[in-house]
């Protein structure tokens, strides 16, 4: 078995990097000054601070266990969020799964340990923490060094030019540190428990895994998934069987993944608990391109690749063919699913100049990766990597091969039988037996576990001198090995087909950052019609909206309230969500509730026989009839009409 | 704090009760004679085995962490396991959520233990272990009872009538055995280690929620949820407040949900991770009616009230209104539910004569529960409960008001103000303090804490006796109290509304077990083409159907496979689920793969122009033009056709 490679845990949420940290990080291009870094943020900060009030007075969000005074870092998802993180994800299925015959497959939470161990993530997936010598109480040890960083580099205006340049070169490259590193910096800087003051225990890792049992023994460690990867990978022989025995093929999954964060910081954005949606696409390593390719090759999109992030260059825009032909990206398969990512969230709502494409530097990937881009969102936190677009070659399926012992592979049947040369290597057992005696078995047993590489050294060294010194591990010492004690040869054979391990292409989605960051990207307020006060909208698209109508009959009275109930049922029967406000509250407070959930359609009941509908973001109004309204919303609502349409074929009302 | 009473954790899966018990029990009317018995158990066995094998063979489940030897009671759902229950779960959404304008709620699965210790699961969600003295392996002491009962009863042919009575009572009764009482009968009958035959510990109480830690500290322990239902309860206040503060309302959740069964049997249907549907409708007890009733009140359905389980009658079919009427169901809510959960389990495809609503007995229920149906399905194991349906008063609430500290309650303002009596106790503090001196502060507290009965008691001693005997708990002492230290009176008071803790009627779904009976209902074989094998088949609706639709060209030529795939074009268009076979296998070949994946519709392409469109049941077949094959497909899998109805408009084919 192989010695288990460090897995780089970048795919996502990123464990070593946060969002933020790009913002003010010199090798990214965009280092305002300290004056309008400040001002920056708090503008940011109020924004911010006015779509979360938003969010979770209207129930988008609820701290969870709120009765119990919540626990950091796990959110529920009220009724509107809810309803969003459907539509999210019914496009998702219909986007990705649907449109390419990807194979979903639902797997368990609940991971045995030896999964994770094989993936690496039982000896890797850490994050280096310290502890409040005094009163125990844990803090992550980047953390501690950037907020210090921060806040000099903010508060202390004495700095000298020197110094400065020091810590913004610190918050550059913090997330590269090594423990050592790390516990010299806090020490030198002298940095203590931000709440107590006390002294701080040198940084160790500690295991982002939620850790539990499986089954009544205590003997069968498990752990809750850190994503649903591992899930895939395991089922790679099913899942190749199933697509007919042929490359390429996709796997998908959609599921809850955990991380037991050591101190969850920016609200939504890094939570305990969360929902991954990843693909899995298995392809051939000898030939990566796609089919499908020019579907996407004329999408221009911001892209940064490294070498413009290490020169200090902005973000350029590109088309995904030109990228990929002048190998910024790696390959087809890669750029179409940078252009599909692309599509599905600027389809979501996602501002097309708030979107880039940003490439890992080399120290951020592992050895066996070949690419990785990251789709960053802007948001009021900096850039946010919301899906992670990596092309991992063969490693995951090799370490499951490797640790369970069956094989991983997939098979290319050739036309006509191939002739290859074969290294061949025989022990001459005989000749070992009596150089070895007893531990000859284990020398004959190494000499032919031997790479190809090491029998061509080893033949030609038996060739000069005529032996050759030979480390056998079993025995934990170095033979001698004579030319009589084995032959090496080079033969011709026929082959019928070739036997490989597919590379692994993995976009791995965080729906619950992508949700957050549409949040901000739909966020607006405007004058109330009094314009005595500001209301709250949010401008979502008529797929993501969490309800698509609401049905308000204009006065109390027991017609309008049938007509409004009439109308309901026609909806509900068209599978359409939507509201019914019977109160006596006006109107116009009435349509402001709706705006703050970014209802885009209110239909009033005005009359027994005809009734108006109002686009949100326009406050145009139409009217209708009332058998028709129903149809109506529906067209409007699954893309079949737009509402620049229907004011062509219904007369405006002017309220 | 109120001591925390036992809840039942009957809702699903019944954890003290399996259905394989019913199918044996006494009580449940359907007793046959070890003979039949074993015959019957002999066939049943084989269907499972066609059906099971059938749905490994094509991946609708793989036993998870398979290429590692699998974990018990842990299952993948592959591709068209998982497209089932993606239409299962879209169809509960579209039945329930959207047609009764839910609030849906999406909660972490990592719960702090406060929560599950207010809820009762820490203390009581158990079941009974007991070890092998010498091995440490762990049985579920009921189990083994209960396997040995029916292994004597079905091969112990010299069993006495006597003996055997006994051991038909004990399979009958089993389910309500305390430790004591499991520990005796395992001694008398000298039951051992089924593996070993070691001597077995005595049993005891294994808590079944997952365990693990929130946070790094290590001093916040939680538990993976053991269903969703709390994540509920504990937002009481925030969704009233969301829908209006007004009742009744029902909030759901879909969501996974773990249990560390101690040994997981009965392969699909006892699961240690499994996903739960679950509602809870939030009503004001004194009024529980239901406006829709009159929509599922003529349904006629199999019941099996509990009187009938106790005097031995065979389940009875009874319309909803009737059972409501006669009180055998408790109330209109409960009821109307009832009727939703049949429309929503048929509709899916379950048997009407193969699903019954069964009443829990009064022993199955807790003392604060007011009724209790399970939706239980035939299956090859018996009468599986699926649903649970019940009124749980407001159990639920009040505890996490108790240990939170936060009133979980509703008001209902009265038009008028409404004048109530009110005790109104006040101690005389002058004389408590001359007579209790430094403990008076004690006695004042306990005074104005006690009930409205005890007060009662207290006044009408203070009247007749002048004194009154009272403890005070505070300090553990019984204190002698005269008519001078207290003042006791009824006074009439308005009050402007009423304050009350809602009851919450709960219909919980156990998807996975919902899906597995769905299979063994929808699965047959019948010959093949040559009669020379027998082909699998399941009947899946087109709704349920994993895969709506399959596109063979008839033969391997360019011409066709462009034809297939435009019409492939167009089905993704549609977002109908499709799978194209393009491999030169017989038509027959891929019929038959076709119909064990339950496809409902295969197009063939034998010319370029048109197409013939095949069904899977009847195996019919029509022919259609090529650019109107997706629309006629789209229309027979959303239901605006029937096949009757398009063998009208189209001529049929004739292979």
């Known amino acids: 078995m192989e010695v288990l490679k460090k897995r780089v845990f970048s795919l996502w949420p990123p464990f070593h990097r946060s969002g933020a940290a790009f913002f003010t990080t010199k090798a990214y291009s965009t280092v305002p000054s300290t004056q309008t870094l400040s001002v920056q943020q708090q503008n940011r900060e109020a924004f911010r601070q006015a779509v979360v009030n938003t969010l979770e007075r209207r129930l988008f969000y609820i701290p969870s266990f709120k009765i119990y005074g919540g626990v950091a870092g796990l959110y529920d998802y009220g009724p509107p969020g809810c309803a969003v993180k459907a539509n999210v994800l019914a496009l998702w299925r219909q986007h990705f799964v649907l449109e390419e015959n990807m194979l979903e497959v639902d797997c368990p939470c609940v991971t045995p340990g030896i999964v994770l161990e094989a993936s690496g993530h039982v000896d890797k997936f850490t994050d280096l923490m310290v502890k409040d010598e005094k009163t125990g109480a844990c803090y992550r040890a980047d953390h501690l060094l950037k907020d210090f960083c921060k806040d000099k580099l903010e508060k202390d205006h004495k700095l000298s030019a020197e110094r400065a340049a020091e810590l913004r070169h610190i918050l550059a490259v913090l997330d590269d540190f090594s423990a050592e590193e790390l516990c010299a910096k806090i020490k030198e800087y002298g940095i203590t428990a931000p709440d107590t003051k006390n002294a701080l225990s040198n940084p160790y890792p500690f295991n982002l895994m939620f850790q539990t049992s499986i089954g009544p023994s205590g003997s069968s460690p498990g752990y809750m998934r850190p994503e649903t990867a591992q899930g895939i990978f395991v089922n790679f022989k099913d899942l190749y069987y199933y697509n007919g025995n042929k490359l390429p093929f996709a796997a998908a999954q959609i599921g809850q993944a955990f991380r037991n964060e050591i101190s969850p910081r920016q609200g939504l954005l890094r939570v305990r608990e969360f929902t991954l949606a990843e693909i899995e ?9 796609f089919p499908k390719f020019s579907d996407v090759s004329d999408l221009e999109l911001y892209m940064f690749p490294r070498e413009d992030q290490m020169s200090g260059q902005p973000t350029r825009r590109i088309t995904i063919g030109e990228a990929v032909s002048q190998g910024i990206i790696d390959n087809e398969t890669l750029g179409y699913y ?14 097309k100049d708030r979107l880039r494409f940003r490439q890992h530097l080399e120290n951020e990937m592992a050895h066996y990766s070949v690419d990785c881009w990251d789709a960053e969102i802007e ?28 094989p991983l592979v997939a098979y290319e049947k050739y036309q006509q039988p191939r002739e290859v040369e074969k290294l061949v290597v025989v022990p001459v057992k005989k000749e070992l037996g009596l150089a070895f005696k007893g531990n000859h078995r284990m020398v004959v047993e190494a000499l032919e576990a031997m790479g190809d590489k090491e029998a061509m050294e080893m033949k030609a060294s038996l060739e000069g001198k005529g032996e050759c010194e030979f480390r056998v591990c079993a025995l934990n010492k170095v033979v001698t090995i004579k030319n009589s004690m084995v032959s090496i040869s080079i033969e011709k054979k026929k082959e019928q087909q070739r036997v490989f391990t597919p590379s692994v292409i993995e976009p791995s989605f965080g729906i619950g950052r992508i949700i957050y960051c549409l949040y901000e990207h739909s966020f607006y307020t405007r004058p109330s019609k009094g314009g005595d006060e500001q209301v709250n909208v949010f401008r979502f698209t008529p797929l993501v909206a969490p309800i698509k109508c609401t049905v308000f009959p204009l006065v109390q009275n027991r017609q309008y309230e049938d007509v409004a109930k009439q109308i309901a049922k026609s909806l509900t029967a068209f599978g359409i969500s939507y509201k019914i406000d019977v109160t006596g509250t006006s109107i116009g407070k009435r349509y402001a509730r709706t705006d703050e959930l970014g209802v885009p359609f209110a239909v009033t009941v005005d009359t027994t026989s005809s009734v108006t509908v109002r686009e949100r973001d326009s406050k145009q109004q139409i009217r209708v009839d009332v058998d028709e309204v129903a149809s109506v919303v529906k067209q409007l609502t699954d893309g079949t009409s737009t509402w620049a349409g229907v004011l062509l074929r219904y007369p405006a009302h002017s309220p």
Chains 1, 2 share one sequence.
Do not use: M
Request: hydrophobic share 40%.
């Open 281 to 289: 696409h298995f392809v051939d390593p000898e030939d990566k391109s």
């Open 379 to 406: 948001s009021s936190y900096g850039w946010i990597e919301c899906v992670g677009i990596a092309d991992r070659s063969a490693y995951d399926l090799n370490a499951h091969a490797d640790r369970s012992g069956v």
């Open 338 to 351: 940078i252009g599909r990512v692309y599509l599905f969230l600027t389809q979501l709502g996602i501002a």
